[in-house]
């Protein structure tokens, strides 16, 4: 599974936003996933061109079967609207019907932080791996709805890619779209209709899609902290009797004392 659209805005950089599973990327992983399934069916072959678009060819003097036993068109259109003003069917599209934010906390899990390995290398030449924090993390989930419309040019098409499409998703890349950051919640189907469309009809269903996604921020620890101050406590100086908790030990070696002593 490969998605292939990108943030093109700088805003995500700028405000350290690692992951967003709201409305573009989990789009193009139902198509990304949808295309892989049905790339790998004989009668509703979905096909590619060099451009990654549905391959859909003028068919002038095409055989009927093209596109069955070889890659000369796409026998579907899967993406999120048509290419063209006029439909290819039978086709599958994509659409974001809804999102709305659900609180993980209070405070977005502000207080938590990422944490990661610093390599320190002493007088000696001996390496430590020190762990530093990296990052002060925000978090929270969005409830998410999307529809999967289903056109075709007869009730039977509709019927069988409608029942492909709900299995695909309800029970084939649950598990891979979860690791990928979407989770499906529930897969339903709308009812069957039809409409008029160039003196015939197209026979159209929905199958709908409740799914849970996450942002997640991560804000650099060196943009937030400007200094560390570090305070000591020598407790009352004025008193005779050293405080224990308090012990300044320096040991120096005779040796030492002659290499730094200054010639007479």
Not at 22 to 31: A, S, T
Not at 79 to 100: A, C, E, I, T, W
Not at 153 to 179: H, K, Y
Request: include cysteine.
């Amino acid at each position: 599974m490969s998605t292939g659209g990108f943030f093109s805005s700088d805003l995500f950089s700028l405000h350290n936003v690692v992951q967003n599973v709201q409305i573009l990327y989990p789009k193009e992983l139902l198509i990304s996933a949808l295309r892989g399934y049905f790339a790998k069916d004989s009668k509703y072959h979905y096909v590619k061109d060099a451009w990654g678009f549905p391959k859909t060819p003028d068919h002038t003097d095409l055989p009927l079967d093209a596109g069955e036993n070889d890659d000369e068109t796409t026998r579907i259109y899967i993406g999120n609207q048509q290419r063209y003003d006029v439909n290819f069917l039978p086709s599958v599209l994509v659409k974001h019907n809804s999102s709305s934010f659900v609180p993980v906390s209070i405070n977005e899990e502000k207080e938590c932080i990422q944490y990661g390995y610093r390599k320190f290398i002493d007088a000696n030449n001996k390496e430590y791996n020190i762990q530093v924090p990296i990052g002060f993390i925000f978090a929270g989930m969005w409830d998410l709805s999307f529809s999967v419309e289903i056109l075709a040019e007869g009730p039977q098409d509709r019927s069988t890619i409608c029942e492909a499409v709900s299995i695909l998703f309800q029970s084939i890349v649950r598990d891979e779209l979860t690791r990928a950051g979407l989770f499906i919640k529930k897969v339903s189907t709308d009812g069957e209709s039809s409409e008029q469309y160039q003196n015939d009809m197209i026979y159209k269903q929905t199958v709908t899609l409740e799914c849970r996604g996450e942002y997640r921020r991560c804000v650099p620890v060196q943009n937030v902290i400007e200094a560390i101050n570090l305070c000591v406590d020598f407790g009352n100086i004025d008193n005779n009797t050293p405080d224990p908790n308090l012990q300044i030990i320096y040991n120096f070696d005779l040796s030492d004392i002659i290499m730094t002593a200054e010639p007479l």
